[in-house]
């Protein structure tokens, strides 16, 4: 029983991740951390889809998303005040 809950919550992690388009080009390694970054910069509605790759379930994927996170809190910190302490649901 435990394998096949297993193999569930495996087909459901490959399918939230070919839904976002975005995570999936980070996880087949056509995207880098670099391109990552400057993805959301030009386009911030991909914000969230970052967040979501901090909650991934593969270490490649969070670690990946938590350096871009960083980097933009860096030099864009207003940008992501909005999503802080709510697990990327904004203030309101």
Not at 15 to 32: G, H, Q
């Amino acid at each position: 029983m435990r394998s096949l809950s297993l193999i569930i919550n495996l087909e459901l992690i490959r399918e939230m991740i070919m839904e976002n388009e975005l995570l999936r080009k980070f996880v087949d390694k056509s995207m880098a951390t670099e391109e990552l970054f400057k993805a959301v910069e030009q386009d911030w509605t991909l914000l969230p889809q970052l967040l979501e790759g901090v909650s991934s379930s593969k270490a490649s994927i969070r670690y990946g998303c938590a350096k871009v996170l960083t980097d933009l809190s860096e030099v864009h910190p207003t940008k992501l005040y909005p999503f802080m302490g709510h697990h990327h649901r904004p203030f309101g």
